[in-house]
């Protein structure tokens, strides 16, 4: 099969002949119909993931597709299937796996991580019967894809972590694929929804998904900006790029017992570094401060639902559409910046 694959952190991305996947006696093997180019495949790339261990490594982890062949210790699904999984695989064993929280499950299983990833025309995946999620007719292999870790993370973040309701107030620091869909939810669940980037055409498109208010950040001081919009500040904050900068002014935006929710991927901070939260006005304010990483399978069926009925569309995000052998080039430009909206690749 063809894949993407590197040999070595930050060296040169290619598209290699490799052995197509045999599938894990608790397992399957996906035929990969669509997959996402996600920013956290470059942080793959260039070594930011302890979990990547054996190189060359095939990065990719947001994907749908049809079950192509089925391990033996597999009962709940069989070859045909048009199926999704979440990018964190749960072992389906644990305490966290049994309460519904296999996104922070201790012995989680990530493509394009843990193993080789969906930059491919095939991908094997473990613990199937757990993870899989097979999908309605009405929601396309390219939507699927771009569920993965941008779309459901942000459908959790929004509905289950922030726990967003109707006449609420949420700022949304960063309008990529994260941010841009938890203006959407935000906005289908009641909420007034304050849109904060530095692009104007990211902007615009979160405008056009549910944004009453958006603030270039390049051109006013946003927390003063939102304050004078929404007086006394929101009450939910969502860092949907993760940096200092906008985790800061996140939470300085909003009202007192507000709620923080942090999306964007954020390196440790050195030694020496100020705080990424300021710490100081969470505690003045009595401010939640909440994580939000992926989400398990368990609770794709009520995404998908509300997809399936219209309520909220991921597939508006969809921008861009490349082969498999463009990914190399298409994953090296996020090296000195990121497109506004969804690629999918199609392999």
């Given at each position: ?20 996947p ?6 399957v ?31 990719g ?24 999984f979440?990018?964190?695989c ?18 989680q ?30 929601v ?15 459908y ?26 938890a ?21 615009a ?7 009453t208010h ?7 001081d946003?927390?003063?900006a ?25 939470v300085?935006?909003l ?70 052998d ?22």
């Open positions: 099969m063809k894949a993407v694959q590197f040999d070595g952190f930050g060296e040169t991305l290619y598209v290699a002949e490799r052995e197509t045999v599938a894990p006696v608790d397992g093997v996906i035929q990969v119909k669509a997959a996402g180019l996600c920013r956290s495949d470059w942080h793959a790339w260039q070594g930011h993931d302890p979990d990547i261990t054996v190189l060359p490594h095939v990065p982890h947001e994907f749908a597709g049809v079950v192509d062949e089925v391990g033996s210790g597999v009962t709940t699904l069989k070859v045909g299937d048009r199926v999704v979440p990018f964190v749960g072992c389906g064993e644990c305490s966290w796996c049994a309460s519904g929280n296999a996104q922070v499950c201790p012995d299983w990530q493509p394009g991580f843990s193993g080789p990833g969906t930059y491919a025309e095939y991908v094997a995946i473990p613990r199937a019967d757990f993870n899989a999620v097979v999908l309605p007719d009405e396309t292999f390219d939507v699927a894809a771009s569920l993965g870790c941008r779309f459901a993370t942000s959790r973040a929004i509905k289950h972590v922030a726990e967003v309701q109707s006449g609420e107030t949420v700022a949304v620091f960063g309008c990529g694929g994260i941010g841009l869909a203006i959407m939810i935000a906005a289908a669940s009641g909420a007034t929804v304050v849109a904060v980037d530095v692009n104007n055409e990211a902007l498109l979160a405008s056009q998904v549910g944004a958006v603030f270039n950040a390049a051109e006013v946003v927390v003063e939102i304050k004078a919009a929404i007086p006394g500040g929101v009450d939910v904050s969502v860092d949907a790029l993760g940096s200092i900068p906008t985790a800061k002014a996140a300085e935006s009202r007192v017992q507000g709620r923080h929710v942090q999306i964007g991927l954020l390196l440790p901070a050195k030694i020496g570094d100020k705080a990424t939260v300021p710490m100081h006005v969470v505690i003045a304010k009595e401010l939640q401060v909440l994580g939000s990483h992926g989400m398990a399978a368990a609770a794709y069926p009520e995404m998908l639902a509300d997809i399936a009925a219209g309520i909220i569309d991921p597939g508006t995000f969809i921008t861009h559409r490349i082969p498999l463009a990914v190399p080039e298409a994953l090296s430009q996020m090296s000195t910046g990121t497109e506004p909206g969804v690629t999918i690749i199609q392999p």
